[in-house]
């Protein structure tokens, strides 16, 4: 007879028919919860007519990355620890009671023999390890309390731990108390070593087996409706990130959290613009809303909080969440307003707690709506913004240069120009910095004379370029945006290209992916830095002078984290003889932002400091003399900011294009 043990040992039969009424109550509970959750998300607005949820396909790698090795949570060492060992010990408990389940109430007879002694024994280790992981929880919670794990309501957290404690202490209870009760089967002490250990104390107490037999059934009874409660839980706040987990994790929209949909302005029956009600929440906010667990760990990313700003975004979710749960339909900008102007302007769309949320939550997508709301029907844009946006509206650029000076640097430059009918491999969009900023103009230069030296086929608008419109539609001003975008749709149109290649990467991200929602407006567009390491791959470009400089490299967010773009740039400066890249501790997705993004470059708010100190200060700790980036804001904002912080006084900035060009021309 092959190793196994009776697995109803003292349970009369109908405490097992009691547990199945009970399963399917607790089913019941769940499958109702689930319904009205789903009613919820599905009551939001559509997202441009896309597979689901705005996805416009299904992340399966992402769900096989959070169902086998949670998703982000690792990126946190401590809480990938401790909520590994509570997310793997119920998987492991979770396969033991299937086993159970299916031996006992079917004809396949599986737990027993090694199934048994392999999966009572890591069943054993599990329960260990899902305790120790909820104490470290409760600890760092409720002990340490970081500001950034603050709570709305403890209540929900505090039920969790409590009945996952409960669920793993009565089932060692059972265990140890079957194992007493069978007269101690020696072989239990290798594959139960917590049930054997918990039934020698019994044994050491000579307890009767009258009561041991009494306990059991009772404990047994707790246990079973302990499980019920945690099945029905599922569809509830805390627990019910287990399933939104693995929702979430399917329909995120990887690098797409910032890109907006168009607004009907020829809707003659809209009284406003924006998002003005819970009700106009897309499926995707309120899915979202519904996900958040408060970790806090977008508000811990978040730069405009680490310096000093109003933003929080975490509270940006939790605020929505509460008021609409309270009020399907109410208005966000009632006499008490749920968010401050300042709060949603100090947001740089930087896409960092995007990028760190486990639950894949879109924060900046809200804040924008907000944003919308706040200018178009609520007119309150910041002064400096609303000079930027005029300035667009007029000169086509946000400095207010005129807009007749935008090709003046290309003077005896012998720039080529798109004509129509004649296709070209690249179009150039030089971008307004390009235009009319001195350093990015030379920027501009080295990568033109790179790319002929490359023998690249590309050309420019010439005077026919204005702005892509970045910095209006991330003011909140969609109506201006809106005009520019198809103004620009109209004139790329024109002309036959394969590829728009850009400096900025906020022009990238807005000819690439905002305008994509357009008509008519599938470009595909890619940032100088990835046509260069093409180029520098198939040996067109070859670096051959040193260039003797230890530098660090900046990630700009939309390159990075927008843009999906971490090694274009690192394989250029790898390739450059005599370069040494020393990385902040903060690179690639967890780069700390300038503080440009978002409309930010045109207005500074009052609360805290200049974002670029903290960026700067990050700089210093590398002890290198120069910093690379590929951001034309990036560029301007160090240059301008680097005098605030004194290691930095003497700091050399350039574009990656430029070292390059050192080396290679």
């Not at 390491?533 to 400089?549: F, H, Q, S, W």
Request: charged share 20%; glycine share 8%; proline share 4%.
């Amino acid at each position: 007879m092959e190793t196994s043990r009776e697995l109803t040992w003292n349970i009369p039969a109908w405490y097992v028919i009691a547990m199945y009424l009970f399963l399917l109550a607790s089913l019941t509970a769940l499958g109702l919860s689930l319904i009205k959750k789903y009613k919820f998300v599905k009551s939001g607005g559509t997202t441009g007519g896309n597979k689901l949820l705005g996805a416009k396909e299904l992340d399966w790698n992402g769900l096989l990355d959070t169902l086998l090795f949670q998703g982000k949570i690792p990126r946190d060492s401590f809480v990938g620890i401790f909520h590994g060992a509570i997310f793997y010990g119920f998987i492991v408990l979770t396969i033991t009671t299937g086993l159970v389940a299916i031996h006992q109430d079917t004809p396949i007879k599986i737990f027993q023999g090694p199934f048994y002694i392999l999966f009572s024994f890591l069943a054993d280790i599990a329960g260990i390890a899902v305790l120790l992981g909820v104490g470290l929880a409760f600890y760092r919670r409720f002990i340490l309390k970081p500001d950034y794990l603050t709570l709305k309501n403890s209540k929900p957290e505090l039920f969790m731990y409590l009945t996952i404690i409960t669920l793993v202490i009565v089932g060692y209870l059972l265990e140890g108390l079957r194992i007493y009760g069978t007269n101690m089967p020696q072989a239990e002490s290798t594959w139960s070593p917590v049930g054997w250990f918990i039934a020698s104390i019994f044994s050491a107490m000579s307890i009767q087996l009258s009561s041991i037999q009494f306990f059991h059934k009772f404990l047994w009874f707790i246990h079973m409706v302990s499980t019920m409660v945690f099945v029905s839980a599922l569809g509830y706040r805390k627990f019910f990130h287990i399933i939104a987990a693995i929702t979430t994790s399917l329909v995120s929209r990887k690098n797409q959290g910032a890109v907006l949909m168009p607004m009907n302005f020829e809707n003659e029956e809209a009284e406003t613009f924006g998002l003005g009600k819970a009700s106009e929440l897309t499926q995707k906010n309120k899915l979202d809303l519904i996900a958040c667990v408060e970790c806090g760990r977008c508000t811990n990313a978040c730069p405009a909080q680490a310096s000093g700003k109003k933003l929080n975004p975490k509270e940006i979710i939790t605020k929505m969440r509460d008021f609409t749960e309270a009020n399907l339909d109410g208005d966000l900008w009632s006499e008490k307003q749920l968010y401050e102007f300042n709060e949603l302007d100090a947001c740089t769309t930087c896409g960092a707690c995007m990028e760190m949320c486990p639950m894949h939550i879109e924060h900046v997508n809200i804040i924008m709506g907000a944003r919308r709301y706040k200018v178009l029907t609520l007119a309150n844009i910041l002064p400096a913004a609303a000079t930027a946006s005029s300035n667009i509206q007029i000169n086509n650029n946000p400095w207010g240069i005129a807009g007749s000076d935008r090709f003046k640097w290309a003077s005896n430059q012998n720039v080529p120009i798109i004509k129509e009918g004649i296709e070209v491999d690249y179009l150039l969009f030089v971008g307004c910095a390009g235009s009319y900023d001195s350093e990015n103009q030379k920027i501009v230069k080295d990568t033109m004379n790179l790319l002929r030296a490359a023998g690249v086929n590309f050309a420019t608008l010439g005077d026919k370029e204005i702005c892509c419109g970045d910095p209006i539609r991330r003011f909140g001003d969609e109506y201006s945006f809106d005009t520019i975008a198809k103004n620009n749709i109209e004139l790329l149109n024109k002309f036959k290209f394969k590829k728009i290649v850009t400096h900025c990467p906020h022009c990238m991200h807005t000819i690439g992916k905002e305008y994509s929602r357009f008509e008519n407006a599938k470009f595909d567009v890619i940032h100088h830095s990835q046509l260069l390491a093409e180029l520098l791959d198939t040996g067109k470009i070859k670096p051959i002078k040193r260039v003797e400089a230890k530098l660090t490299f900046h990630d700009p967010c939309y390159l990075g984290r927008h843009g999906g773009e971490y090694n274009s740039p690192r394989k250029i400066l790898a390739a450059i003889p005599g370069i040494t890249l020393n990385e902040m501790k903060k690179n690639k997705e967890n780069a700390a932002c300038c503080g440009m993004g978002g409309g930010n470059m045109w207005y500074e708010l009052p609360e805290g400091e200049h974002l670029a100190i903290n960026r700067l200060k990050q700089v210093a700790e590398t002890k290198v003399p120069q910093l690379a980036t590929a951001c034309s804001y990036c560029l301007i904002n160090f240059n301008s900011s680097r005098g605030q912080h004194k290691p930095t006084e003497e700091l050399v900035v350039e574009d990656i294009a430029s070292i390059l060009a050192k080396s290679a021309l």
